[in-house]
């Protein structure tokens, strides 16, 4: 049995859905169910369904919001991830652990290997090298950490549902970061390769999970537009000093996927086909909402 942390984020939900449909048994917890900052209730509620498997999804991942609480951060996403970690290492079951691209610094124009040097420039950021380094110290021989980004989904809010939205309900201009290189992924898409790589019995250690290739968010934003017919010169390019953020982004933060030629499992699809699966499941409600 799998169990997720983090149940009703968006990857939490697309995880619930890939095990389903492959006949997974699995438990699904929120922060209410499971506070993974909270060491006895981990350890007890992990005691209590002995999963096989048990993905740590849950997050701090209000990146401008780190910036003054990065305490708050660091207590789900470093001790978080270590208390639970620590809690799978007890019942011997393997442990997945969510990381980010925004480990490095996004200074430079090549993709980032698994092993490369923690380089954060934010607090969230920081947060998260924090737990990778934790997870690893505390149970390196049975984790796996695999690093998204630009995560979306049908669920919850994100980019693409924004955008989604913006291009359907009204006609005006939107000015979107031009300057920003990464990788949008498919929470879908890295369910998918999550379950893919558990059952695979591939080496532990650090995974690249982002769909193919690579954008900036006003590319990724006009492909959008095109894709659901709506007419993608409305989208137009800004830089990131006239979009006022409080923390600092990577610049470019696309992600190698070197590691996955060690293994049997093919990389994430292309990011355009993963949209296009995606953007067929958004869908209007009566009062123009997602």
């Known amino acids: 049995m799998w169990l997720i942390a983090g149940g009703t984020g968006q990857l939490g ?18 922060s209410v169910e499971l506070d993974i900052r909270n060491v006895d209730q981990t350890n007890q509620i992990l005691q ?12 701090w991942t209000d990146v401008d919001g780190a910036e003054k609480n990065e305490d708050n951060a660091y207590a789900v996403n470093a001790i ?4 639970l970690a620590a809690a799978s290492r007890t019942i011997g079951a393997k442990f997945v652990h969510i990381s980010t691209d925004y480990v490095f610094s996004g200074e430079g124009n090549q993709p980032w290997k698994e092993d490369g040097i923690h ?4 607090a969230y950021g920081r947060t998260k090298s924090a737990g990778e380094t934790l997870v690893l110290g505390v149970y390196p021989e049975n984790s796996y950490i695999v690093r998204t980004a630009w995560l979306y989904s049908p669920w919850g809010k994100n980019f693409a549902k924004t955008m989604q939205k913006l291009a359907l309900t009204n006609d005006n201009k ?3 970061v031009s300057d920003q290189i990464g990788q949008p992924t498919s929470a879908l898409s890295l369910a998918k390769q999550i379950v893919t790589l558990v059952k695979s019995g591939a080496p532990f250690g650090i995974y690249h999970g982002t769909n193919s290739g690579e954008a900036s968010w006003f590319e990724f ?8 017919g709506a007419d993608a010169s409305r989208v137009t390019p800004i830089k990131s000093e006239e979009y006022k953020q409080i923390a600092k982004r990577p610049s470019y933060s696309v992600l190698s996927h070197n590691r996955w030629a060690q293994t049997t499992i093919s990389p994430m699809p292309k990011w355009k086909d993963a949209l296009a699966s995606t953007l067929s499941d958004l869908e209007l409600d009566s009062n123009g909402s997602l």
């Open 48 to 59: 209590l369904y002995m999963p096989t498997v048990v993905v740590n999804a849950a997050a």
């Open 174 to 176: 939107v000015q979107v």
């Open 221 to 228: 934003a006009q492909e959008i537009f095109s894709a659901i």
């Open 119 to 122: 380089s954060p420039i934010s």
């Open 13 to 30: 939900i697309a995880l619930g859905k890939v095990l389903e449909a492959q006949s997974i048994p699995y438990i699904s917890l929120g």
């Open 80 to 83: 978080g991830a270590a208390n």
